[in-house]
């Protein structure tokens, strides 16, 4: 189990030896190349090895040998059983510091396992390249990815999956400074003669670990004792057991903050019930001390900036198609065309797959409005106060239809009709097929919310604060009254309506009554539409923060800071969403930690929202340029 | 619907709503669906019934239960309201039953008293706080009333919230709110602040070892103990013609889930259910008090 990494390549003519490494050159099952061995240990080697299944790129993989050493043949196909076991449960896991798991096989007594090679070193080697401590930044960093992974482990169902075996030479750190996890007890069932079930590592394991127990506290112990030692330069190895707080680490490296300090002291108490109860209290408390540290920013800043693994320098549009002037609002995407207003007074329906310009439609004023289509056209209104039906595919006139103020609204389709609101106060419903009104409900105030229908009531905010429900008829089912403008657009679930204020609230109404559920409260206002994925509500504002809140609690599960305002609603898509910011940045955020993926800058403020379909991510800027890059 | 289609007389049309997802549903779904649909309820209203018992092991009832729904239904649209509590006094602490008293009276007098000028008074003034900043305020008056009132004693609370479709619940320690979908479903909405709970998220002990855990009991978050209390407060929709349990772990601790589901889905009325539930408490030993209310909403 206890695997050293070794960075010295071994002579090129060496021989098979007893413990039997495979000569760089070997071809396995005729298809993994040998290259080199990166990691000896006690089951066996680990190799660095080309796949040949792709011969036009160099795809290079790990390849972990393990060698099968039971005598009895019973026992030795047992012990394949459950490696292959393992294996399997390993080879569904997904998660970004988690090597991926690409085959195994078995070829006589040994056994083998081909996973993602990661191009880094291990956090012992770091350790012993740097002179002098580790930055406390860094370690937190690094601590915070670390509870991230354990986390997913923890929480995996059916059953939790606890690492056990948590130290830094179990951590490889990749070239975009990622942890990632390696050494998982996949090697466990080859191991003989070892004592009971004790697999940890001595130094890093917690008490109750030497009694055969091992559960996610254990983790947290040992995650603690692994951050020890990376603060400290202190080997727990060559330390009594448990004898961490004997060695106070600001007194071995002052320089650490008291706060971080007393993080690692929690989570390596001897008692499993004074230590962090799971490691996402453990990593509440992490990110608890970089906020008080003003740690946390900086990493923040450091990962935009550099740390991230595509930046702004690495991302390029499939295609980018330049308007006569700004583009402040959303495209839309219907059968290949992408649809999309710009302030050069114009609708532009383009080839979504290469940018090429299909028609324009003419308004006599700036369009914000985000498109909608049925049947053949596209609906959309203008600030020259008129809403157009437009044959999607020729971009000829079916109908227009005047109101008595810009139209900065989005229309929302229904039962043969379109609604939409309106500077002149009203919200307009409108007949699709003829574009005469049908009913129009006088709201007092500018409309500038995208209706959301659902079950036959209609809602939308207004630039007076309220947001209101209407039944089909035009007629107020009820209002609520929230301290400034709804520009936001709400959206609604489960029968509860979302929606966020100027006044620095995201609201949760019930839908039937409009009574207050929660409310969310942001460091600014916004006028950020909220968008709902399985339990979360992520929203944006003028503070410059995107923010995920779980919809059930009303609890921030992560924020993440832009570099300015907010005023486009994020997208999710797969496991990101996407949002613009006027610092001209179109960021992808991570779903579940709130991690920058990727950011790409544009030369002017995002205030839209992106619209993505089939992989393509589609928005524009107030550079006047429309943008298509790959999700 | 009706009238919508004959106010705009288009049938072919159907909604399109960019956002909206849905999953298809099972056939036992649809069924519950279909059955729903031919008994409505006008206007949508919560039935409530209750039952509690010493048990047969104890002299002292520690647990406290409240309940209070209304109906105010006419013209201007008014919200189905009700309030339903569950406290169980902790044993082994003294006065155990003054602190429930004192906690499910403290609640529902805050928690009314929010909503009275809204619902019950003339004014029909809005109410300025979230449902769920009321009953987390709730619960924190509580336990100011019992660190005045009972000092050194405990108490669980499970207190449920329903507004509209709205069920909101504040929860501290292990008494349990179950949602009973359909048939085929029941779902605890509210965690254990139980240490075996705990062991057992932690994977240190099966639930059926939990079940006889000699620690079973043993609470690490109550009304009254500790200086910080963080109630677990949550909302979720109540689903029409389901059902709401709530219960004091002398009732689930002693009854399997799948038994009580048996028995709320067997019972000729909620009334009957609550009586056969404590029933069967007792009659695996009853060695605890035995708290259950159950909430039907019909709409």
């Known amino acids: 189990m206890e695997t050293q990494r070794i960075n010295q390549v071994p002579e090129p003519g060496s021989r098979r030896t007893t413990t039997g490494q495979l000569r760089s050159g070997t071809n396995l099952v005729n298809r993994y190349l040998i290259q080199d061995v990166i990691g000896v240990g006690g089951m066996g080697s680990v190799y660095r090895a080309r796949d040949l299944h792709f011969p036009n790129v160099v795809k290079l993989v790990a390849v972990k040998e393990m060698i099968n050493q039971a005598p009895d043949p019973l026992v030795r196909q047992i012990v394949v059983q459950n490696f292959e076991r393992e294996a399997n449960i390993l080879a569904t896991l997904s998660h970004p510091s988690i090597p991926r798991i690409y085959d195994y096989f078995t070829l006589e007594n040994r056994s083998y396992l081909v996973l993602e090679y990661v191009n880094g070193n291990d956090l012992e080697v770091t350790l012993s390249q740097i002179d002098g401590f580790i930055p406390e930044e860094q370690v937190l960093d690094w601590a915070i990815q670390l509870c991230d992974v354990l986390s997913f482990l923890h929480n995996h169902k059916p059953d939790p999956i606890i690492f056990r075996d948590m130290k830094p030479s179990n951590v490889m750190v990749n070239q975009h400074n990622h942890i990632i996890l390696v050494d998982f007890g996949i090697a466990k069932p080859f191991q003989v003669g070892q004592k009971g079930t004790m697999i940890g590592t001595e130094g890093y394991s917690p008490p109750e670990q030497y009694r055969g127990e091992a559960n996610a506290q254990a983790d947290v112990y040992a995650l603690g004792a692994t951050l020890h030692h990376l603060i400290t330069r202190r080997d727990p190895r060559l330390e009594p057991p448990f004898s961490f707080g004997e060695r106070p680490i600001r007194k071995i490296n002052p320089s650490v903050s008291l706060e971080f300090e007393t993080v690692i002291n929690t989570a390596l108490q001897y008692n499993v019930e004074s230590r962090f109860k799971t490691i996402d209290d453990f990593k509440q408390a992490l990110i608890g001390a970089g906020r008080k540290t003003g740690l946390l920013n900086r990493i923040n800043t450091n990962q935009s900036s550099s740390g991230v693994s595509v930046n702004k320098s690495g991302i390029k549009p499939v295609w980018a198609f330049q308007c006569e002037d700004e583009i402040r609002g959303t495209p839309f995407y219907l059968s290949g065309l992408l649809y999309t207003g710009c302030y050069d007074n114009n609708l532009y329906a383009l080839n979504a797959s290469n940018g090429e310009f299909q028609w324009k439609y003419a308004t006599q004023g700036g369009v914000v409005s985000r498109p909608t289509a049925m049947d053949e056209n596209i609906f959309f209104g203008s600030e020259d106060k008129r809403m157009y039906a437009v044959n999607s595919r020729t971009g000829k006139l079916t109908w227009a239809y005047d109101t008595d103020g810009r139209i900065r609204s989005s229309g929302r389709i229904a039962d043969g009709h379109i609604f939409i609101g309106s500077d002149d106060k009203y919200l307009h419903a409108v007949n699709l097929t003829t574009g005469r009104l049908a009913w129009r409900f006088e709201v007092g105030d500018e409309v500038r919310s995208t209706p959301f229908i659902v079950n036959d009531l209609i809602y939308f905010g207004t630039e007076g604060g309220e947001l209101i429900c209407l039944d089909f008829r035009g007629q107020s089912k009820w209002r609520f009254k929230a301290k400034r403008s709804i520009t936001s657009s709400p959206w609604v679930q489960d029968n509860v309506v979302y929606f966020n204020s100027m006044d620095g609230f995201m609201y949760a109404l019930d839908a039937k009554s409009g009574w207050l559920v929660w409310r969310f409260r942001m460091e600014k206002g916004s006028i950020v539409s909220p968008y709902i994925s399985e339990n979360l509500v992520f929203t944006g504002s003028l503070d410059g923060y995107l923010y995920a809140v779980d919809l059930h609690t009303s609890k921030e599960v992560w924020k993440y800071k832009t570099n300015h305002q907010v005023n486009g609603s994020p997208v999710v898509y797969k496991d990101a969403i996407y949002a613009g910011s006027v610092d001209n940045h179109l960021y992808c955020i991570e779903i579940r930690t709130g991690r920058l993926r990727w950011k790409f800058e544009s030369k002017g403020p995002i205030t839209g929202t992106p619209c993505l379909y089939d992989d393509f991510l589609y928005f524009g800027s107030t550079d006047h340029f429309i943008y298509a890059l790959m999700a | ?299």
């Open chain 2, 1 to 299: 619907m009706n009238f919508f289609r004959n106010l705009f007389g288009k049938k072919e049309n159907k909604p399109v709503i960019d956002n909206a997802v849905t999953a298809p549903l099972t056939d036992v779904q649809l069924q519950s669906i279909k059955a729903l649909a031919q008994n409505r309820y006008e206007p949508i209203q919560l039935l409530v019934a209750s039952g509690q018992s010493v048990g047969r092991q104890r002299e002292l009832n520690e647990d406290s239960l409240f309940t209070c729904s209304s109906i105010i239904a006419g013209n201007s649209s008014n919200p189905p309201f009700g309030l339903f509590i569950v406290a169980d006094g902790m044993g082994g602490h003294q006065n155990g039953e003054v602190a429930s008293n004192t906690t499910i009276r403290t609640i529902s007098g805050y928690i009314m008293k929010k909503f009275y000028n809204s619902l019950f008074g003339m004014t029909g003034q809005p109410v300025d706080e979230s449902l769920q900043e009321i009953v987390q305020a709730a619960v924190m008056e509580a336990q100011r009333s019992v660190l005045r009132d009972a000092p050194g004693s405990g108490t669980t609370v499970t207190a449920a919230l329903v507004v509209g479709q709205q069920l909101t619940i504040a929860h501290v320690g292990d008494s349990r709110a179950y949602l009973l979908y359909n048939e085929q479903r029941m779902e605890a909405i509210t965690r254990d602040h139980s240490l075996v709970r705990r062991l057992e998220e932690l994977g240190q002990i099966t639930a059926a070892e939990a079940a006889v855990h000699p620690q079973r009991n043993v609470l690490y978050r109550a009304i009254g103990q500790g200086e910080s209390l963080e109630p677990d407060v949550v909302t979720t929709p109540f689903p029409i013609g389901g059902y709401l349990l709530i219960c004091s772990d002398g009732l689930w601790g002693l009854v399997p889930d799948d038994e009580l589901r048996r028995i709320v889905y067997g019972a000729p009325n909620i009334q009957r259910a609550c009586q056969e539930m404590v029933a069967a408490a007792n009659a695996a030993g009853g060695p605890d008090n035995i708290t259950v209310i159950l909430v039907q909403l019909l709409g």
